[in-house]
């Protein structure tokens, strides 16, 4: 298990979505996120577990 924080722009890369996409999962609490100041940080474990999830789906 992994503490890393990954910033908006990496959770666009991992996911393979728009800043806009991320930002709605995240105010949707579909993608857990953190406030640090003006900027929003995603659990990696977390990004890596809703790509899996959403690979899985869209298949």
């Not at 806009?20 to 949707?28: D, L, M, P, S």
């Not at 977390?46 to 959403?54: A, G, R």
Request: glycine share 4%; hydrophobic share 35%.
């Amino acid at each position: 298990m992994s503490d890393k924080m990954l910033n908006i722009g990496e959770a666009c890369s991992i996911l393979n979505v728009s800043e806009v996409t991320v930002k709605r999962w995240a105010r949707e609490h579909l993608l857990k996120s953190v406030k640090s100041g003006k900027d929003i940080l995603f659990p990696e474990d977390d990004v890596l577990k809703y790509k899996e999830i959403n690979d899985r789906l869209t298949k």
